[in-house]
C-alpha cells in the first residue's frame, strides 16, 4: 500500500505563488505517472496536472498552463506543485495522485490507484 501525504497549502493573495509538496511512502520511481487534482466547493475533482516517472512528459490542464509547473524528485520520493499568478478560482482542496501502471490518459481520475488526503489552497482576491 502507497501512502501520499500532501503539504502546503495555505491562505494566499491572489497574485501570490505557492509549493506543494506530495511525499509518497515508496520509492516513486515506480509509479509511473503522478498527477495533481483539485476539487472546489460544490464542484467535482478535476484534473490540474501531471508527469511520467522519467519528468519528460507533463501534462497541464488548460487554465493552468504558464502559472503551475509540476516536478518530481525521485531520490526524494516527492513531487511539487509550484504554483505561480495563483487567482481565486484557484481555490481547492488538491490531491496527490499515483498511478503504477503508466495509463495513456494521465488527465483521467480513474487510472490513480492511490491518493492523498489533501491540502487546502485558498486564495483570496
Known amino acids: 500500500q502507497v501512502q501520499l501525504v500532501e503539504s502546503g497549502g495555505r491562505l494566499v493573495q491572489a497574485g501570490d505563488s505557492l509549493r506543494l509538496s506530495c511525499a509518497a511512502s515508496t520509492r516513486i520511481g515506480i509509479l509511473y505517472t503522478m498527477g495533481w487534482f483539485r476539487q472546489a466547493p460544490g464542484k467535482e475533482r478535476e484534473f490540474v496536472t501531471a508527469?511520467?516517472?522519467?519528468?519528460?512528459?507533463?501534462y497541464y490542464r488548460e487554465s493552468v498552463k504558464g502559472r503551475f509547473t509540476i516536478g518530481r524528485d525521485n531520490a526524494k520520493n516527492t513531487v511539487y506543485l509550484q504554483m505561480d499568478s495563483l487567482k481565486p478560482e484557484d481555490t481547492a482542496v488538491y490531491y496527490c495522485a499515483a498511478d503504477p501502471y503508466g495509463s495513456t490518459w494521465p488527465a483521467r481520475a480513474g487510472i490513480y490507484v492511490y491518493w492523498g488526503q489533501g491540502t487546502q489552497v485558498t486564495v483570496s482576491s
Open positions: 508527469i511520467r516517472w522519467n519528468g519528460n512528459n507533463t
